[in-house]
């Protein structure tokens, strides 16, 4: 019985067999370093499960798949069967010259494992004949410094028409510091080697290498469809006629990874005063305002504009902290051309005190790599004016009142001596007072039990309510968004509630600055210091008190 029972599981595990089929190709035979080759598995089955196909490339790498599905129906044996043949299609890229070896290929299907045998195709360095689509990328330099600005152009050269190019892989140039831009679709006529070609800029870099050596310049995957016509010749009524016919069809293309040679900046005979700036650049520095007084602000520009990585550039300070307080500077990359830029940075001081700030010399230098040595640009810093005082004097009224309330009488000399010029009495400390220590606490007591009493005795009392302060621990963006939408007047944004209070400019300055850097700190994860000002904190509270 067990030999009837494993007969028949052998039967059937070879009608189940017979029932499913692969087929698999790796086509061309020979390809091109940087070229493609395609793996199509033809899995032939029953209708039902959709089969799991595997295997393992050498020398090569998977780029792109696709699959298609068809099925027909037919009588076999008195009964309906469906058969389906899914198709499914790799795209390979070689990795270098030699085999690439496709092993291990698998088809699981229904729980039955179909093996096929092992592919492979040759990869050469040049066709034996010129090649319909390349790509290929260009670099503007062989050879740069570290910093240096070099522009990498990705082309894709085609004989026949192509249309609808996706970029699959970007290039990573992990050793760049890089811009970049997809140009428009436009396509020019070049001669390669002897042989007219098509071209059209795919992608394009100006990249900043980080460090000196031999670097890479990765590689492009690009998909794109062309045309693939077949001509035929027909003899009607005697004459011969050719019709062209065709569809697209779908190419993948990678470009070669390419080399660039960077040299390390010279170390000797570096300024003090060097940026990191790699190329030619100019300097332009504007003050608009160059007398104002205590507590006002000054503003200044400074423009940089160049070929090196300007987003590298470090501000550079203008003034020290003697006659001013300065706030974090404002900057912004703005675009001059599709690759070019500038870079603006704007400051803001106030004034402290007053004085004459004398007019200096700031001294900025790049490395220039066609002289190959280092260039020095003056900075000019024009005279500044600070009118006023940075600080309040007391006058003969204010230190009256001092002495007075310490129980002092300031008395001339001139009083002393002739008591008949006295102005007016002169009364004892003690016998000034109003009331003593237990009427006061009597007074007291009585206004809590009034308090008590009469609740809405509270609403009288503390009615002019100070506004609460802004306190150390609330001083985050939460604290200070809260801070300001309960106590500063309506408007459509933060800003326009500082800017619209009644607080003088140097305090105004020092709350647009603190909100800014909150909010750097919350939405861009930035990690700025958050400056509690007393002076600035209780000077809203008195502004505030007083428009309330």
Same mark, same amino acid.
């Given at each position: 019985m067990k030999v009837i029972k494993l007969i028949f599981l052998v039967l059937w595990s070879t009608?189940?067999? /017979?029932? /499913?089929?692969? !087929?698999?190709?790796?086509?061309?035979? !020979?390809?091109?370093?940087?070229d493609s080759l395609s793996v199509v598995v033809k899995v032939t089955h029953e209708a039902g499960d959709d089969p799991f196909v595997s295997f393992v490339p050498v020398n090569a790498e998977v780029i792109g798949k696709s699959e298609s599905v068809s099925t027909r129906a037919f009588l076999q044996g008195g009964k309906l069967v469906q058969e389906r043949v899914s198709t499914k299609t790799y795209e390979l890229q070689p990795v270098k010259l030699g085999y690439v070896h496709v092993r291990q290929i698998k088809v699981d299907i229904e729980g039955s494992v179909i093996r096929h045998r092992s592919l492979r195709a040759k990869v050469v360095k040049t066709a034996k004949k010129a090649k319909d689509f390349f790509l290929r990328a260009e670099v503007s330099k062989e050879e740069v410094f570290v910093g240096e600005a070099v522009d990498v152009n990705y082309y894709l050269y085609f004989k026949r028409e192509t249309?609808?190019?996706?970029?699959?892989?970007?290039?990573?140039?992990?050793?760049?510091l890089k811009r970049f831009e997809i140009p428009r679709a436009q396509r020019e006529r070049v001669n390669v080697g002897g042989e007219l070609y098509y071209r059209q800029l795919m992608y394009k870099a100006r990249a900043y290498p980080q460090k000196s050596g031999e670097v890479k310049i990765d590689s492009?995957?690009?998909?794109?469809?062309?045309?693939?016509?077949?001509?035929?010749?027909?003899?009607?009524?005697?004459?011969?006629?050719?019709?062209a016919s065709g569809r697209y069809r779908d190419r993948t293309l990678r470009s070669p990874v390419e080399k660039l040679k960077v040299l390390p900046l010279p170390v000797e005979g570096v300024p003090a005063s060097f940026t990191g700036l790699v190329g030619k650049h100019n300097f332009n520095l504007t003050i608009p305002n160059t007398k104002v007084i205590v507590n006002d602000a000054l503003e200044a520009r400074l423009e940089v504009t160049g070929e090196g990585a300007l987003e590298k550039f470090d501000p550079v300070r203008l003034f020290d902290e003697t006659y001013f307080e300065s706030f974090d500077p404002k900057t912004e990359v703005a675009e001059i051309s599709a690759l070019e830029t500038k870079k603006i940075i704007d400051y803001t001081f106030l004034a402290q005190k007053s004085g004459e700030v004398q007019k200096r010399v700031v001294e900025l230098s790049y490395f220039d790599p066609e002289k190959r040595e280092y260039v020095i640009k003056e900075l000019q810093i024009p005279q500044v004016n600070i009118f006023g005082s940075g600080s309040k004097s007391e006058t003969l009224s204010s230190t009256q009142e001092k002495a007075t309330k310490r129980g002092a009488v300031n008395v001339p000399t001139s009083q002393k001596a002739d008591g008949l010029k006295l102005i007016g009495p002169i009364y004892d400390n003690e016998r000034s007072r109003l009331f003593n220590i237990n009427t006061l606490n009597y007074l007291l007591g009585f206004i809590i039990l009034i308090a008590i009493l009469f609740p809405g005795i509270k609403e009288v009392l503390f009615a002019k309510r100070k506004f609460s302060t802004l306190s150390k621990k609330n001083l985050n963006y939460k604290g200070i968004h809260d801070y300001l939408v309960a106590y500063f007047p309506q408007a459509p944004?933060?800003?326009?509630?500082?800017?619209?209070?009644?607080?003088?400019?140097?305090?105004?300055?020092?709350?647009?600055?603190?909100? /800014?850097?909150a909010e750097r700190n919350e939405f861009k994860n930035e990690k700025n210091s958050l400056k509690y000002d007393k002076k600035h904190i209780k000077e809203a509270i008195r502004v505030l008190n007083e428009s309330r």
């Amino acid at each position: 019985m067990k030999v009837i029972k494993l007969i028949f599981l052998v039967l059937w595990s070879t009608l189940s067999f /017979a029932r /499913a089929s692969v !087929e698999a190709t790796l086509s061309p035979g !020979e390809v091109v370093l940087g070229d493609s080759l395609s793996v199509v598995v033809k899995v032939t089955h029953e209708a039902g499960d959709d089969p799991f196909v595997s295997f393992v490339p050498v020398n090569a790498e998977v780029i792109g798949k696709s699959e298609s599905v068809s099925t027909r129906a037919f009588l076999q044996g008195g009964k309906l069967v469906q058969e389906r043949v899914s198709t499914k299609t790799y795209e390979l890229q070689p990795v270098k010259l030699g085999y690439v070896h496709v092993r291990q290929i698998k088809v699981d299907i229904e729980g039955s494992v179909i093996r096929h045998r092992s592919l492979r195709a040759k990869v050469v360095k040049t066709a034996k004949k010129a090649k319909d689509f390349f790509l290929r990328a260009e670099v503007s330099k062989e050879e740069v410094f570290v910093g240096e600005a070099v522009d990498v152009n990705y082309y894709l050269y085609f004989k026949r028409e192509t249309t609808m190019h996706v970029i699959k892989k970007f290039p990573l140039l992990k050793d760049f510091l890089k811009r970049f831009e997809i140009p428009r679709a436009q396509r020019e006529r070049v001669n390669v080697g002897g042989e007219l070609y098509y071209r059209q800029l795919m992608y394009k870099a100006r990249a900043y290498p980080q460090k000196s050596g031999e670097v890479k310049i990765d590689s492009l995957t690009l998909e794109f469809k062309y045309a693939d016509y077949n001509r035929r010749s027909r003899d009607i009524f005697g004459m011969s006629m050719q019709f062209a016919s065709g569809r697209y069809r779908d190419r993948t293309l990678r470009s070669p990874v390419e080399k660039l040679k960077v040299l390390p900046l010279p170390v000797e005979g570096v300024p003090a005063s060097f940026t990191g700036l790699v190329g030619k650049h100019n300097f332009n520095l504007t003050i608009p305002n160059t007398k104002v007084i205590v507590n006002d602000a000054l503003e200044a520009r400074l423009e940089v504009t160049g070929e090196g990585a300007l987003e590298k550039f470090d501000p550079v300070r203008l003034f020290d902290e003697t006659y001013f307080e300065s706030f974090d500077p404002k900057t912004e990359v703005a675009e001059i051309s599709a690759l070019e830029t500038k870079k603006i940075i704007d400051y803001t001081f106030l004034a402290q005190k007053s004085g004459e700030v004398q007019k200096r010399v700031v001294e900025l230098s790049y490395f220039d790599p066609e002289k190959r040595e280092y260039v020095i640009k003056e900075l000019q810093i024009p005279q500044v004016n600070i009118f006023g005082s940075g600080s309040k004097s007391e006058t003969l009224s204010s230190t009256q009142e001092k002495a007075t309330k310490r129980g002092a009488v300031n008395v001339p000399t001139s009083q002393k001596a002739d008591g008949l010029k006295l102005i007016g009495p002169i009364y004892d400390n003690e016998r000034s007072r109003l009331f003593n220590i237990n009427t006061l606490n009597y007074l007291l007591g009585f206004i809590i039990l009034i308090a008590i009493l009469f609740p809405g005795i509270k609403e009288v009392l503390f009615a002019k309510r100070k506004f609460s302060t802004l306190s150390k621990k609330n001083l985050n963006y939460k604290g200070i968004h809260d801070y300001l939408v309960a106590y500063f007047p309506q408007a459509p944004s933060l800003r326009d509630r500082i800017e619209n209070s009644a607080l003088p400019p140097a305090t105004k300055l020092y709350f647009k600055d603190l909100l /800014a850097k909150a909010e750097r700190n919350e939405f861009k994860n930035e990690k700025n210091s958050l400056k509690y000002d007393k002076k600035h904190i209780k000077e809203a509270i008195r502004v505030l008190n007083e428009s309330r």
